[in-house]
């Protein structure tokens, strides 16, 4: 089957670097998509990885290892305002996009 | 504001009744999806439809059932509710036929609530 694995919380201080890690197992892989989801609100688009590598954008990167089946999300020079659920999201054979169930990142003061 | 509009916003029924949600992709947007979001829980991907066509489909259930209509808003219709079906309903749309290499918007989603 399909699914994705990542971990269910993280907790890290203000202006420290947290690693989020996704690992996934899916058929017709074409890349991995990160959102970010505030308690109560939509989730929105971070980044996207269809290569191998890291994508940088602003204080967040993205990694992608397909023969690893991994990816990461790096939010670097954390602020209070980062606390919010992180989906990793599968882009698949049939035109289907899967979520994992999401990591709730805590910053602290 | 991401563009897509979902109505209603909360919505309370009690079991074994059925509820229709309701969604505006963004202009120029041909896809709609479907996600289901329990209690803590990820998005679990539903169905998609592409310019009018069914293009996914997900972890549906046979009492749920969609359709995007020629102007592209699109339904999504809960039947024979039961408690569990509980949850927050968003939906997405992006520009092509997947979410593949673009970004999909999200609604502010509809908060289901079976009694």
């Known amino acids: 089957g399909q699914s994705l694995e990542q971990p269910s919380e993280v907790t890290a201080v203000e202006g420290a670097i947290v690693q989020i890690n996704c690992t996934y197992q899916?058929?017709?892989?074409?890349?991995l998509s990160w959102y970010q989801q505030h308690d109560g609100g939509a989730p929105t688009f971070l980044s996207y990885n269809a290569l191998d590598g890291l994508e940088e954008t602003g204080r967040f990167s993205s990694f992608l290892s397909r023969s690893d089946s991994y990816g990461y999300l790096l939010l670097q020079e954390l602020q209070m305002k980062d606390s919010a659920s992180y989906f990793c999201?599968?882009?698949?054979?049939?035109?289907?996009?899967?979520f994992g169930a999401g990591t709730r990142l805590f910053v602290k003061a | 504001d991401s563009g897509v509009t979902q109505t209603p916003k909360h919505l309370i029924t009690a079991t074994g009744q059925r509820v229709t949600l309701r969604c505006s992709p963004r202009s120029g947007d041909l896809s709609v999806y479907w996600y289901q979001q329990s209690l803590d829980q990820g998005l679990q991907f539903l169905i998609q439809?592409?310019?009018?066509?069914?293009?996914a489909k997900g972890n549906i259930l046979e009492r749920f059932s969609a359709q995007q209509f020629p102007d592209l808003h699109s339904e999504l219709n809960l039947s024979s509710l039961e408690l569990g079906d509980s949850a927050l309903y968003f939906c997405?749309?992006?520009?092509?036929?997947?979410?593949?290499?673009?970004?999909?918007?999200f609604g502010q989603g509809t908060r289901l609530t079976v009694v």
């Open positions: 439809y592409y310019n009018g066509e069914e293009r």
């Open positions: 997405a749309s992006s520009v092509g036929g997947t979410t593949v290499n673009t970004e999909a918007f």
């Open positions: 899916t058929s017709g892989f074409y890349g």
């Open positions: 999201a599968c882009h698949t054979g049939g035109f289907k996009t899967i």
